[in-house]
């Protein structure tokens, strides 16, 4: 299967730091892929991970456990303009499949 | 300009009539696919291509059809459009391995009534 989940609302502060959480169950992964999407808006790509391990890209970092089906997009020093909705997309063979994302407010 | 290009942008139009959804790219990737989003569901798969001798259904194809007319070019139709096919419409493209990430348009959002 392809279940692929993670919260569907988080708020946060100005300034603080949040994790979002995504567990999937993908038969044959090949990589997980995560990406901002404003409202209204075209997904943009954040990160990639196939290796166990944490990816650093400034102020976002994304974590990946193949053994536990388990990923986490970190985003630190946040900024009112990250208030956007996070999408966790699990590859399997030549195709993404989506969560269906995870809507952040970011509060002052 | 844009990378990846979707038109029209937004589209109302009858249960029954037939439409035509463009996506044309300056990229020069390979694949290109068709997704579409829904509220509470996420992007779903509806068609995808490697090149322009190659379609393959995704995981919601029926009511669509697709033509991929040149590397640029990847056009979704709907022949009989009906209410429940009303969503955003996204046109993505990629390079040519699983670990590349999608580039994806502007959306085109589409109201069936």
């Known amino acids: ?108 | 300009d844009a990378d990846v290009t979707q038109t029209p942008r937004n589209r109302i139009t009858k249960t029954g009539k037939r439409i035509m959804l463009e996506c044309s790219q300056t990229k020069g990737h390979d694949r290109m696919y068709w997704y579409r989003q829904d509220p509470g569901l996420g992007l779903r798969l509806i068609y995808y291509s490697f090149d322009v001798k190659d379609i393959n259904k995704g995981e919601i194809s029926d009511g669509y059809s697709v033509s991929r007319q040149a590397q640029a070019k990847f056009s979704l139709s709907l022949e009989s459009a009906i209410p429940n096919q009303t969503a955003l419409y996204f046109c993505a493209t990629s390079g040519g391995n699983s670990n590349q990430p999608q580039h994806f348009g502007d959306g085109t959002r589409l109201s069936i009534l």
């Open chain 1, 1 to 108: 299967g392809q279940n692929i989940d993670q919260p569907t609302e988080m708020t946060a502060t100005e300034g603080a730091i949040v994790q979002i959480n995504c567990t999937y169950q993908t038969s044959g992964f090949n990589g997980l892929f995560w990406y901002q999407q404003h409202a209204g808006e075209a997904p943009t790509f954040l990160s990639y991970n196939v290796l166990d391990g944490l990816e650093e890209k400034g102020r976002f970092s994304s974590f990946l456990s193949r053994s536990k089906g388990y990923s986490y997009l970190l985003l630190k020093e946040l900024q009112m303009k990250d208030s956007a909705s996070y999408l966790c997309a699990a590859g399997r063979g030549n195709n993404l499949f989506f969560g269906t994302g995870t809507r952040l407010t970011v509060i002052p």
